[in-house]
């Protein structure tokens, strides 16, 4: 069921975000409020359904709240992301924070913990006795887990800033210094990411337990969002939006988490048709070693 209901917001999102370049104005600024509401729900509810209350309550806690909290400081003190404000388009806010921002944090962070779970071992139930963070032979296990999940959520704002500063949802007081054709936005945002992506990423298991040490077939959905949101932006930002230089960098940084991750599901099919072919009986007087 639990797995069900993510493949329905999933298709319910994924038409979302396709009809985003068809729009325009207060349109589009609605639809992208509409769209970071869905994959709130997406992220969350899975965690809910497929892990239990403890999950979905780390995840609401770290992602949305810590999020809310970072970004409340940022536009207080420029700390860490750099000088900016929020326009009034995207809703609400608190704190000079409109409140689908956090939203935006949690609907990807859990995605890309996931796919780190998955390509360091967490496949099966073989990480999920609650041991590994703790056990010395391990700790490079770990340590790459939470450098992927880094990367794959810090990496996805290098299509999301520029797609947003283009929309004109917030600006940079200072965009100096700026990665090429970025121009607009600082190089001290990107880092600011990288910096609570870790944060958030360190507290997450913790404070989830030993369930967010596996992935199984249950979390198909939140792995196929993850390589959804990696190849649907390089495709619009190339093609759509007229942003070919954020296409490269989200393209390139992505990369890190999503092509092995993409290679890894694929190779996990293989397997499996492999051994069935194994169990075909073979035809008398047929040479099987052919």
């Known amino acids: 069921m639990s797995r069900r209901i993510s493949w329905a917001l999933l298709a319910v999102l994924v038409l979302a975000q396709i009809c985003y370049p068809l729009t325009a104005g207060a349109t589009r600024a609605g639809l992208t409020a509409a769209t970071v509401v869905l994959g709130w729900l997406l992220s969350v509810g899975h965690a809910l359904l497929s892990r239990g209350p403890r999950v979905a309550a780390a995840l609401v806690a770290v992602a949305t709240g810590g999020g809310f909290a970072i970004e409340a400081i940022g536009v207080a003190t420029g700390v860490p992301f750099g000088s900016y404000d929020y326009s009034g388009e995207l809703g609400p806010k608190l704190a000079g924070v409109p409140l689908i921002i956090p939203l935006a944090w949690t609907w990807m962070a859990w995605p890309a913990w996931l796919a780190a779970v998955r390509l360091t071992g967490g496949s099966g139930t073989e990480a999920g006795n609650g041991t590994e963070a703790g056990n010395g032979t391990s700790t490079g296990r770990w340590v790459g887990r939470i450098a992927l999940a880094t990367v794959g959520l810090a990496a996805w704002d290098l299509f999301l800033d520029p797609q947003m500063v283009a929309e004109g949802y917030w600006v940079w007081r200072d965009a ?86 993409a290679v890894t599901l694929l190779r996990a099919r293989r397997p499996h048709h492999a051994h069935r072919d194994d169990h075909q009986p073979h035809r008398p007087g047929v040479d099987a070693t052919r």
């Open 176 to 261: 100096t210094p700026a990665l090429p054709g970025l121009a607009g936005i600082p190089v001290s945002n990107y880092l600011g990411w990288l910096l609570f992506a870790v944060l958030l990423m360190s507290a997450l298991r913790p404070l989830a337990g030993p369930s967010a040490e596996h992935t199984d077939r249950r979390d198909h959905p939140m792995l196929a969002l993850y390589l959804w949101t990696y190849f649907s932006s390089i495709l619009a930002h190339a093609v759509f939006l007229d942003l070919p230089a954020s296409a490269l960098w989200g393209a390139a940084g992505m990369a890190v988490t999503a092509v092995p991750l």
